[in-house]
């Protein structure tokens, strides 16, 4: 059985209710699973909400083990498959009930594993002379790496069998959440992580990622009075030919500078882009031919990759390329798409404009749609980016 779709049906509270109902069985056995332990945790998720519901019972809990136990002698666990090798470790366990929330960001392998541990004794009767049963349960919203799965086993009408058994989550399920303020706090997620936490979608990457063309406005120019930054992502391959003029590499990477302007009333412009593919000595004159194009007022930041060949990058832009320049390293720390959702939320808000050009406006509005299923995302990734980079010297000065 799965439970899931919009965010604040319940879910986790039906799983943990799921599992405690044969608590009073001798030998029974429950798990509970999450994607890391962090996430069992956290306040008010399915390890805490044990305890406020258990603490004041004769239900003893082991933080060594992260373990009810019950004066039946029952027992309920928690874990998590955070590591790929993880559900190695449960394979000599029985479970009577196996309870997996959120499941969508599991890998698909280890729920299927997790299958071969539900197992009992022929004569497990509860106290009524009931049998118990095995149960296989699941909770999650859309999207995460077994999304695709879980939506044709679970989900598609189409593709799950007969015996499989889907209900749908929704917000009004729940009465106890404040509904109109959980809404508003949607509203700031970007448009594909809405539609499928609010709405319970889980078609909605069929639909496209998450940017939409119509979403930027073309505008002739930017404001005077405004925060510049030129943002540059270094390509980590070059563009290699052979003597027919076929490319060696099916897919480089492009070194991208993005130029950015946010004015006072929060509109974020898009004024420049360049785009290359060229040699590390081609691309440090490039840089510098646009910081001397470009407003003296517009910082310089460049993407820092890991390590000591990082470090040195940076250390040459600023001895060697662009000495007097403002220019700092930037060292992300999240995956792009990270990155990516703050722009796509403002985006969709329509507070982001493009300088009209027609040489890189159709490049990067092809890119920003097709982001992040196409191979090519180093403009979005640069633009993301130097807004976070804006965002947060906006945040710290509060001004310009």
Not at 23 to 36: E, K, Q
Not at 310 to 320: F, P, Q, S, V
Request: aromatic share 12%; proline share 6%.
């Amino acid at each position: 059985m799965f439970y899931g779709g919009a965010v604040g049906g319940g879910k986790s509270d039906a799983l943990l209710m799921g599992a405690l109902q044969y608590m009073d069985t001798p030998g029974y056995s429950a798990i509970l699973l999450r994607a890391t332990f962090k996430e069992l945790s956290l306040p008010d998720a399915i390890m805490s909400r044990s305890k406020e519901w258990l603490m004041n019972t004769d239900a003893k809990w082991s933080e060594s083990e992260k373990t009810w136990t019950f004066p039946s002698g029952a027992v309920l666990c928690f874990g998590h498959l955070d590591g790929p090798n993880d559900h190695h470790q449960y394979q000599s366990a029985a479970f009577q009930f196996i309870g997996i929330d959120e499941a969508s960001k599991l890998r698909w392998n280890q729920i299927r594993y997790m299958f071969s541990r539900l197992r009992k004794k022929v004569d497990m009767y509860d106290p009524e002379g009931r049998p118990v049963p095995l149960r296989f349960r699941m909770a999650s919203n859309p999207g995460g790496p077994s999304h695709e799965p879980i939506k044709v086993k679970y989900i598609d009408p189409k593709t799950r069998k007969k015996t499989v058994i889907f209900v749908p989550a929704w917000l009004e399920d729940n009465p106890h959440l404040d509904q109109e303020a959980y809404e508003l706090s949607l509203m700031e997620l970007d448009y594909v992580t809405r539609e499928q936490l609010r709405k319970g979608r889980w078609d909605v990457v069929a639909e496209g990622g998450l940017f939409k063309r119509h979403w930027f406005k073309i505008v002739p120019m930017a404001p005077i009075k405004a925060k510049r930054i030129r943002y540059w992502d270094l390509a980590a391959t070059e563009k290699v030919l052979t003597v027919t003029g076929r490319t060696r590499q099916n897919h480089p990477d492009w070194t991208v500078g993005a130029k950015l302007a946010w004015d006072p009333d929060g509109i974020l412009y898009i004024e420049d882009i360049i785009r290359v593919q060229e040699t590390p000595r081609v691309v440090e004159k490039l840089v510098k031919q646009a910081a001397i194009l470009d407003e003296r007022s517009t910082s310089v930041v460049m993407e820092q990759e890991p390590g000591a060949a990082g470090k040195n990058t940076i250390d040459n832009y600023l001895r060697n390329v662009l000495p007097g320049w403002d220019f700092h390293g930037d060292r992300p720390t999240g995956q792009k798409e990270e990155y990516a959702r703050p722009l796509s939320a403002y985006s969709e808000a329509g507070n982001v404009c493009i300088f009209r050009d027609p040489r890189w406006n159709g490049t990067l509005l092809n890119e920003f749609e097709a982001f992040p299923y196409d191979l090519n995302d180093d403009i979005v990734d640069a633009v993301s980016k130097g807004f976070w980079i804006l965002s947060k010297t906006k945040k710290r000065c509060g001004t310009w």
